[in-house]
């Protein structure tokens, strides 16, 4: 079974500072791991995926994340955050077959301070 | 590709009124999902269909609701009758199997429902 767990329901940052969301998952098997960012009124758009080809993945908009096995992690960064950052973000656990439940976290409101 | 395609955007009904919402997937995509977003409960799985077939509804609240993919270009869910708790924001996401389990969902825009 997989679950996944975003360890902070809101994080606030300076515009110009780091970004760190935080993701951990549980799974049996391998996983396929992704963010989304939901900005208000408007659908979840893909911000990267984790693939097995890489433990560091980059995404749109200067985001990475890095997929830790030992951690179970895959904690979402980005160097400098931009107000445009501002939104939801959820982190994503799907199993290792196509027709296997795709988890939701909770989400993790990112506020952007000027 | 146009994308995931919901309508209508917006819904205020009153409660006991039949509610309809539609989507249609990006063409290709043999998955498809409806999801329910509230603050209180965040996003939850409603039901899901491969190949036009639903798969898993275990999600569906209640009687209430019901959903149907007649054809691979289409799918609505319905409430009947509608009531207040049901007022969230529904939205509609493809997929394609050929991508595997690294296949990402696509989001519609959501219908954001509000029964008074």
């Known amino acids: 079974a997989q679950s996944v767990t975003q360890l902070d329901s809101h994080v606030s940052v300076s515009e110009g500072t780091p970004v760190l969301l935080r993701c951990n998952y549980s799974s049996s098997y391998s996983p396929s791991l992704f963010w989304y960012v939901q900005h208000p009124n408007k659908g979840l758009q893909l911000l990267l995926k984790y693939t097995s080809a890489a433990t560091l993945v980059k995404g749109i908009n200067g985001f990475e994340a890095e997929f830790k096995k030992s951690e179970t992690s895959f904690h979402l960064t980005k160097p400098s955050a931009h107000m445009s950052d501002a939104a939801e973000y959820f982190c994503v656990v799907r199993g290792y077959s196509s027709a296997s439940k795709i988890i939701f976290g909770s989400g993790t409101r990112l506020s952007i301070r000027p | 590709d146009a994308g995931v395609i919901q309508s209508p955007r917006h819904e205020v009904t009153e409660m006991g009124q039949e509610v309809t919402l539609r989507c249609k997937p990006i063409s290709g995509h043999d998955y498809l999902f409806w999801y329910r977003q509230t603050m209180m409960r965040g996003l939850e799985l409603l039901i899901y269909?491969?190949?036009?077939?639903?798969?898993?509804d275990s999600g569906m609240p209640e009687d209430r609701f019901s959903a149907k993919m007649p054809n691979a270009s289409f799918s609505t869910l319905k409430i009947q009758p509608s009531e207040p708790r049901d007022s969230a924001v529904y939205f509609c996401?493809?997929?394609?199997?050929?991508?595997?389990?690294?296949?990402?969902?696509?989001f519609g825009e959501g219908s954001r429902l509000t029964v008074l």
């Open positions: 996401a493809s997929s394609s199997g050929l991508a595997g389990v690294h296949g990402e969902l696509f």
């Open positions: 269909f491969n190949n036009n077939v639903p798969i898993d």
